[in-house]
């Protein structure tokens, strides 16, 4: 066989996989509840789209799920290191070593 005919069959083969792959990603979307829009800005998100399916975030709170698309998702991330001056983290008490100074009073 010539190359020409195995990179043609490969074509042909990789692009019937790739329809059907594409097929079962829009199925599976359809069976998981998800809201149709961001839940900060109300952005609406296409269930079909793979593009949106691999860029979204989703934040599972208790029962309820969350949809976050990626421009308010990097504001969340940008957000987050202002959180812990907001918020006081618990301080850590870090062993220390005594041995030292009980050598010098003994």
Not at 20 to 37: G, R
Not at 77 to 101: F, N, V, W, Y
């Amino acid at each position: 066989m010539s190359n020409n005919l195995k990179r043609k069959i490969k074509r042909k083969e990789y692009v019937k996989e790739r329809k059907i792959s594409e097929k079962e990603l829009a199925s599976k979307m359809k069976n998981i509840f998800l809201p149709d829009q961001c839940s900060n800005c109300e952005k609406p998100f296409d269930k079909k789209s793979r593009e949106m399916a691999m860029t979204w975030k989703v934040v599972a709170r208790e029962e309820r799920k969350h949809l976050i698309c990626p421009t308010c998702w990097d504001l969340i991330e940008r957000i987050d290191p202002l959180r812990g001056e907001r918020e006081p983290k618990p301080h850590q008490h870090q062993a220390q070593s005594h041995t030292g100074q009980e050598q010098e009073t003994q």
